[in-house]
């Protein structure tokens, strides 16, 4: 099960295929409509002195509309009465709060 909590999701939501350099190790083709999915925060990865252009090149993409930002790893809260780490996710509109995608954790385990 892939821990989903813990990734960065982009989709093409440009009406044409699209090269994005900035995305992977040698940049990705991506259809109209297709996502690209990364481990890890895309934006942190990215910030380093070396991958200036790639930044530049992934907040130009997504301020000209071409593509967009579908999921970032999410926060992750402790709640020291429960014991349990959590998440908050979206449903239809409503905040909830959920166990992370790599499961529960608890210090009483």
């Not at 939501?13 to 109209?32: C, E, I, Q, T, W």
């Amino acid at each position: 099960m892939p821990n989903t909590s813990l990734q960065t999701k982009v989709r093409n939501v440009s009406n044409k295929d699209l090269s994005f350099p900035f995305l992977g190790a040698h940049g990705v083709r991506l259809a109209a409509g297709d996502e690209y999915v990364q481990d890890g925060d895309l934006i942190a990865s990215l910030s380093g002195r070396r991958m200036r252009r790639r930044l530049h090149g992934l907040l130009s993409a997504l301020s000209l509309g071409l593509l967009a930002l579908v999921h970032t790893p999410a926060q992750h809260y402790y709640d020291e009465t429960l014991d349990v780490t959590s998440i908050l996710t979206i449903d239809n509109g409503v905040v909830i709060v959920t166990s992370p995608s790599w499961g529960s954790y608890s210090s009483s385990i």
